[in-house]
């Protein structure tokens, strides 16, 4: 199985590049995954996106943690822990930078074991998420890089992906990718699929074995010791619960347990009474009320209500 990752900042057409690529590899037979994973999502944020392609059925699913081909669209981005472009790369791993810096630099600075290449780098523009076509050139680049992929399955998977954006813009995407696909031609073939593990070779997880406590360490009060009782979370409400003792059936165990804050208590005639300095208005206790005895109203009126209350 091929195992690729793309990383971009949002707006340079990660996403875009691992759809080309993933519709490429299902032209020539392959099964594919392709999905962006996003962070903060806005422009300019790290951003990255995986194919898998093979001639069975995928299986796995998630992020690709052992990448047998790195692709980065930003060389700005190496630098940044968050960005994960490093991350679980070995030996195996092609890593793709474009940059201006040359491959051999690259494989200096980073120490890496494995093969380093240089995409040709997109003139210096003000804005970093405004590299033009690098989508196309990322795409194409890879589509070379794993050799099973012809020039026109390229073409055409370019074409079915951008169609929407109208023919000149097409055209110079096609040139963007046709250009990187041949500047890799010494290189065709050098991503190859890694060799699949055993499950009894997996890594075991790290487990944390946690001790069983009592309900009186482990469930939430506000009363308790070393709590906040002092913060009025009760600040934070826009809608207030109110209770209907009408129609209150003193089945106080089901709010009061359901109240993520121990805001609900019992009073000496057994009804529940809601604590409003520390109810955050959750509104919880409005939703598992057996009998619907308890409303919620916006804050301010009831705010209004108490004041008109007090003058009266």
């Known amino acids: 199985m091929f195992r690729i990752r793309f990383h971009a900042r949002g707006g340079q057409g990660a996403k875009t590049a691992s ?10 037979g392959y099964e594919v995954q392709d ?6 999502e806005r422009r300019g944020a790290p951003i990255f996106a995986y194919v898998r392609a093979a001639r069975e059925p995928i299986k ?4 690709i943690t052992e990448p047998d081909l790195v692709i980065v669209a930003d060389d700005t981005l190496i630098g940044i822990p968050a960005a994960g472009v490093l991350a679980g790369i070995s030996a195996h791993t092609v890593l793709l930078v474009n940059s201006v810096v040359s491959a051999e630099e690259w494989k200096s600075r980073l120490n890496f074991a494995g ?10 523009v003000t804005d970093r998420a405004e590299l033009p076509f690098i989508g196309a050139m990322c795409a194409g680049a890879a589509a070379r890089l794993v050799g099973v992929i012809r020039r026109v399955s390229l073409e055409a998977a370019l074409r079915d992906e951008l169609a929407s954006l109208g023919e000149e813009i097409v055209a110079r995407n096609l040139d963007a990718a046709g250009a990187s696909f041949d500047s890799m031609a010494l290189h065709a073939g050098a991503v190859t699929e890694a060799t699949e593990k055993a499950a009894n070779a997996l890594a075991q997880p790290d487990w944390i ?19 906040s009782v002092e913060v009025r979370t009760g600040l934070w409400r ?41 109810c955050k208005g959750c ?7 057996p009998p619907h005895a308890i409303e919620a109203i916006p804050e301010h009126a009831a705010q209004a209500a108490e004041r008109k209350e007090a003058h009266a």
Request: proline content about 7%; hydrophobic content about 40%; aromatic content about 8%.
């Open 115 to 124: 093969a380093v290449l240089a995409l040709p780098a997109s003139a210096e």
């Open 60 to 63: 796995e699913r998630g992020n």
């Open 209 to 227: 074995t946690l001790p069983f406590e009592s309900a009186a360490a482990s469930a939430p009060d506000v009363f308790g010791a070393a709590t």
């Open 238 to 278: 826009t809608m207030r619960p109110v209770i209907r003792h009408d129609r209150c059936g003193k089945c106080v165990w089901v709010c009061s347990t359901f109240c993520p804050d121990s805001a609900i208590s019992a009073d000496a005639d057994g009804r529940p009474q809601i604590d409003y300095d520390h």
């Open 19 to 28: 759809r080309i690529l993933g519709s490429a590899f299902f032209r020539e």
């Open 35 to 40: 999905a962006p994973r996003y962070g903060a």
């Open 283 to 289: 509104l919880v206790c409005v939703a598992v009320c």
